[in-house]
Every structure is written in C-alpha cells, then in structure tokens.
C-alpha cells in the first residue's frame, strides 16, 4: 500500500504518461537515419583510413545506444499510443540492437517489479549477493561471482555473451508469441549479416560492426550497472520493501553531460523512469525538473560514478554497498 505523500507523487507523474507521435517521430527520424549514414560512412572511410573509421564508429555506437532506448520505451509501451505500432518498433529496433522484444518486455517487467527487492533477486538485474550470502557461499560460487564482478567479464565479455548467446535463446517457460518473436529476431539478424557479408564482405562487416556493436553494448552494459549500484543506493527484503523508494531510491539520477545525455535518451533520470515507466524517454527531463521531491534524489555524475565499481557486496546491516575487502574484514570480526 502507498502511502499519502507516495501517491501524490505518482498522481504528480501521471500528466507526463501519454506519449507525443510528433516527438517519437521525430526522435526516430533523428536516431536511426543518422545511424544508418554512420554505418555506410564508416564502410566507406575503411579505404581511406581504419583509425577514422573507429572515429565514425564511436559516433554510431552512440546512435545505436539511442536506438535501444526507443526500444526499451517500446517495450513499455511508452513510444507510442498504440500497442500494436510499440510492438512492431519493438521487434525492428530489436533487431538493430540484437535484442527479442517479447523475452525483453518480459524481464525487464520483472526487473521493475522487483527492484532494489532483495528476496525476489535474478530476473532482468544484475547478480548481487548480501555480505551474510557471500560469506556463506561456496568456494565455487565465490569464484563465480568474482569473475562475474570483474571489470572485463563484466564489461567486455558481459556485452558479448548477452548480445551473441543470452539472447538468442527463449526464456523457460516462455509463451508461444513471445518463442516465435525470438526466432523471428534471430532469422531477421542472420539475414540481414547474410546480405550484408555477401554485398560488402565479411572482412568490412566484422570491422564496421564489431567496434559499433561492442562500444554500444559496453555503454548499455555500464548504464545498468550504475542507475542500480551506488553509494546511498536502496535494498530491502520483501516485508519492508516498497515500489515508490525502490524507484526514487534505488535508481539514480545520473547527471550527464547534455550530449551524453541526449545520446542516452535521458535514461541518466533513472528514478523517473521507474517511478513511472510509462513516461517517454523525451518527457523524463521535465518530469524531473517539474517535480520537487524528485530533484532530492540520489545524484551521481560521470567522475563520481567510477567509484561504483569498486561496490561488490550489499551489506544488509549497514545498508551500503561494501568492497570484498570490507566483506572479508566483517568475518574476520565476527568469527573473535
């Protein structure tokens, strides 16, 4: 149940919930078109010089970035007043960025359920254990975890593995539509590289796709890693946990620079969103800047976000992220 100052909070939001077709269609003109003219120009500039190919590509990473923020309010139903037109965005700028839009809705449904919910952990969210959980854990476990939280695993490896494999998979359980919107993804991709191998070669394909689809895919990676992990961030078991702190609590205002902003769909208002996932991407900056209670969020900027990596371990006594270190020092304490 939400409380009286909670509810007024969402009624606050709700004005902002209705989608613009003028502003979508504008967004996407001004998203995918230019992405697609980075991609041939790219191309074009390998038989002049690959370093200013990597420098076009760099541009278009960051278009394709955007591309899956259209995505993400599609699968929201958010870009567009029609379900049926979300749908059909959905399932296309899946496939520019390798994602099925059916299994995605779905997670990431989950994911805002849940989030900051520490008894309903492992849908659509990153892998976190408590200080207790790791400690308990396995040597085995402990192994995989650490692996898992590092840097280049994370961030390098992470992207890959999600984009090629994790996605290319139906979900258990997994209902007829969305099984079939998944093979309808993969076959699309496969073609769409088929053409494209056979008309440039697979040699160009490989130089103008690979950089764009990792530098894009670490950029995605890192966004939702940090809007969830940070210092004054927000867990709690399921008896105390609530949907209106979750959101403005544990997800953050990451204050970016206006350009990283605007290539990020402003996704950096992260505890709008989750407030109200049914705010387009374009209103969340006056949602933010419209509503009082929300400018006294959590607020991270690109320098202060780099100490999050350093964040393994939720601490459910001191309610704080905590380092391996910092876990290994708490044993040792508690074992005198």
């Given at each position: 149940m939400l409380n009286e100052n909670?509810?007024?909070l969402r009624k606050l939001v709700s004005p902002y919930e209705k989608s613009n077709v003028k502003a979508s269609v504008w967004q996407l003109l001004n998203t995918i078109v230019p992405f697609f003219l980075l991609w041939y120009l790219c191309y074009k500039s390998l038989s002049v010089s690959y370093p200013l190919a990597l420098v076009i590509a760099v541009i278009a990473s960051g278009f394709l970035v955007r591309t899956f923020i259209i995505f993400h309010d599609c699968c929201?139903?958010?870009f567009f007043k029609n379900r049926t037109a979300n749908k059909i965005l959905g399932t296309l700028t899946g496939i520019?960025?390798?994602?099925p839009y059916s299994q995605w809705q779905h997670d990431h449904a989950v994911h805002h359920a849940t989030s900051s919910n520490l008894d309903k952990r492992g849908t659509g969210d990153i892998w976190m254990l408590t200080v207790e959980e790791y400690q308990s854990a396995t040597i085995w476990?402990?192994?995989?975890?650490r692996l898992y939280?590092?840097?280049?695993v994370m961030f390098i490896l992470g992207p890959i593995y999600i984009f090629l494999i994790k996605n290319r998979f139906n979900r258990k359980g997994a209902r007829l539509k969305e099984r079939f919107n998944t093979y309808l993804t993969n076959l699309t991709i496969v073609a769409v590289i088929a053409v494209l191998c056979c008309t440039i070669g697979w040699q160009p394909f490989l130089l103008v796709e690979g950089p764009i689809f990792?530098?894009?895919g670490i950029a995605g990676?890192?966004?939702f890693y940090v809007q969830h992990t940070f210092e004054d961030s927000y867990f709690e078991e399921d008896q105390e946990w609530e949907y209106v702190k979750a959101a403005v609590e544990g997800s953050s205002y990451y204050k970016l620079p206006k350009i990283l902003q605007w290539f990020t769909g402003n996704i950096g208002y992260h505890h709008v969103h989750h407030l109200s996932p049914r705010v387009p991407n374009y209103k969340l900056e006056q949602v933010h800047n419209d509503t009082k209670p929300l400018q006294n969020v959590p607020t991270i900027t690109v320098r202060t976000s780099l100490s999050s990596l350093k964040f393994h371990l939720w601490d459910e006594q001191r309610k704080k992220f905590v380092?391996?270190?910092e876990a290994k020092c708490s044993a040792k304490v508690n074992s005198l």
């Open positions: 909670e509810k007024r929201h139903y958010s520019l960025t390798m994602f476990k402990k192994i995989q975890y939280r590092n840097f280049f990792l530098l894009s990676v890192w966004l380092q391996f270190k």
